[in-house]
């Protein structure tokens, strides 16, 4: 066990290592400098005089923003004599399972490239270069023959792993016992139960004010609205973000939610922010990738088939494109269960793909490497591939979409999204005993629905329709896709609140809760499948209040 001061101590030296890095470093080194020649700097004091003026021209509020920052996206450090491993997942079978899962989607990308006799890279000529900078802007007319291409996996494929996980040292019995878990999750996972979550989510209680409840056309706005709007505006000129994040538990207005997510996510989209998305931009550019056919290919078969995404397709390309060429995305796998695929480089080749890699936010760095099944083993000729390492799944374009209702520049859309998917989006396709991993939120879900509605977790069972096979696809995707979209972002207004993904799972039990009656005269999984297929009328915030604050505990 860590010492808390010891832990205190590697905490704080983490993050003014990583600080150190940073472009706010280079900034406060600048604005230091810059103050001696005020005359209010003194010889004598110079050291209070200096911090004096960073606090009063606000470059102390944004160092406490970039602090914050840090805490709510990197663990809390382990034990010094702990192995990496450990940082990424403490378990040792979750780390096999993730292996093997990893194991099986390169088989699958492999496959396609040998099938297609595609490579996974190349370097597009520059006719095609021209006519993609063109068209950049409008991607969606442009119609690519993909019938060829599949997904690599769908939920469904993922959620058949995760059902037979298991931990070889815990009994697992053919028999049911007090010990078995009846539902499809069988890992020995510590999950909350409805007082913990209660605490958790105190700001969600029935006596606290929520946009989303308390916004309706039948409550005036004098009593809830108008101060909470006021509020947020505070907020804002603030600029504070541990403010700004305790402030959107209780939801954001529409026309602050932008800027308040930005402000808990601290992006500010600075010039170097800019720049470095339009060097993604020239790499889409200028090389092709197999996984670029895979997004193509996800926008096509979701967003854009969906009544509320389909305008925004030029945006999900732009977007998902240059992200696959991110190598900033990589530092994610240093606290995430996955690790990021590699493949080989040509000894001898002819023209290269420029991979784009942030060494800081001031300066960039093209790494060379053409990318092929060549070299294989040879570890001083492995890259990784995707650059960002991120394969992309059946339905991941989801996770952008939602996201263009609110950042029509397209270099902060990609900034949010970016950081959105590095602090939540990655736990919801990878095997982790995080508590918002997806392990652990199907456990809570089940475990909700098998103590609070045992008569509907038993009866769906018996039928062979067990709730998870149902709220697994709503779970992985963050509910994009199947709420109406005002509804969608009051959720993720309480997911970067409380910085969880566990209201996800109590979500899911809450819309079987509500859909019960009905559920409990279905005789097949079909039939159930069809009373939970529309969801887009539902009312979240209501949905959540009464199950965790009107359920018998």
């Known amino acids: 066990m860590l010492d808390p001061d010891r832990g205190l101590s590697l905490t704080i030296a983490r993050v003014v290592q990583r600080l150190q890095g ?37 470059w102390e509020k944004k160092l406490q923003n970039a602090v914050y920052s840090e805490l709510n996206v990197f663990p809390l450090p382990c034990h010094p004599a702990a192995p990496p491993e450990h940082i990424k997942e403490p378990l040792a079978y979750m780390r096999k399972a993730q292996g093997s899962w990893e194991k099986r989607i390169l088989k699958s990308l492999n496959s396609m490239c040998t099938e297609l006799s595609i490579p996974l ?9 021209k006519e993609l900078l063109n068209k950049w802007n409008e991607m969606g007319t442009d119609e690519p023959d993909l019938s060829l291409f599949r997904p690599v996996y ?7 792993v995760l059902m037979n996980l298991r931990n070889p040292n815990y009994e697992n019995g053919e028999q049911p016992s007090f010990r078995n878990h009846l539902g499809l999750i069988q890992v ?53 973000s541990a403010a700004a994040q305790q402030y959107v538990r209780q939801g954001c207005p529409t026309a602050l939610r932008a800027e308040l997510w930005a402000l808990i ?17 020239s ?53 995430s269960s996955a690790t990021p695929p590699k493949s080989y480089i040509q000894a001898k080749c002819d023209f290269q793909v420029l991979f784009l890699s942030r060494t800081s936010a001031d300066s960039f760095l093209l790494a060379a490497s053409y990318v092929t099944r060549g070299k294989l083993g040879m570890e001083e000729y492995a890259v990784f591939y995707p650059p960002n390492g991120v394969i992309p799944f059946h339905g991941f374009s989801m996770y952008v979409a939602p996201l263009c209702f609110l950042y029509h520049e397209p270099s902060k859309l990609y900034q949010i999204f970016r950081e959105m998917y590095v ?21 809570l879900f089940e475990t909700l629905l098998q103590t609070h509605l045992p008569q509907l977790f038993y009866h769906l069972r018996e039928i062979g329709a067990q709730p998870l096979r149902i709220s697994f696809k709503w779970m992985v995707r963050a509910f994009s896709g199947y709420l109406a979209t005002d509804q969608l972002l009051l959720l993720w207004d309480r997911i970067l609140g409380y910085n969880s993904l566990e209201i996800l799972a109590v979500l899911a039990a809450a819309v079987f809760a509500f859909r ?18 529309d969801l887009s009328t539902l009312k979240v915030m209501p949905l959540l209040q009464i199950f965790l604050f009107a359920t018998v505990t």
């Open 22 to 58: 940073s472009s706010l470093h280079s900034q406060l080194e600048r604005q230091a400098r810059v103050s001696l020649h005020k005359p209010e700097i003194k010889l004598e004091s110079l050291k209070e005089d200096i911090k004096d003026f960073l606090k009063t021209s606000g």
């Open 121 to 129: 890279a190349q370097k597009r000529p520059v006719s095609e270069q």
């Open 154 to 160: 769908a939920p469904k494929d993922f959620l058949e």
């Open 188 to 240: 020995p996972l510590k999950v909350k139960d409805i007082s913990e979550l209660k605490e958790d989510f105190s700001e969600l209680g029935l006596n606290i004010g929520q946009l989303g409840i308390d916004d309706s056309a039948q409550v005036p706005p004098e009593f809830f609205e108008n101060e909470h709007v006021r509020v947020g505006q505070k907020v804002l000129a603030e600029e504070d």
């Open 265 to 281: 996510l601290n992006i500010s989209n600075q010039p170097e922010d800019i720049l470095y998305y339009e060097q993604l931009k």
């Open 283 to 335: 790499n889409v550019i200028q090389h092709d990738l197999l996984v670029d056919s895979l997004i193509y290919k996800d926008v096509k078969l979701t967003a854009s088939n969906d009544d509320y995404y389909f305008v925004f397709e030029d945006y999900l390309y732009q977007v998902l494109l240059c992200f696959s060429r991110d190598t900033s995305v990589l530092e994610h796998f240093t606290y």
């Open 423 to 443: 602090r939540f989006f990655f736990r919801l396709h990878s095997i982790s005993s995080h508590p918002s991993g997806i392990v652990s939120l199907c456990l």
């Open 516 to 533: 019960a009656v009905n559920l409990m005269e279905v005789t097949s999984l079909a039939a159930a499948e069809a009373v939970l297929a």
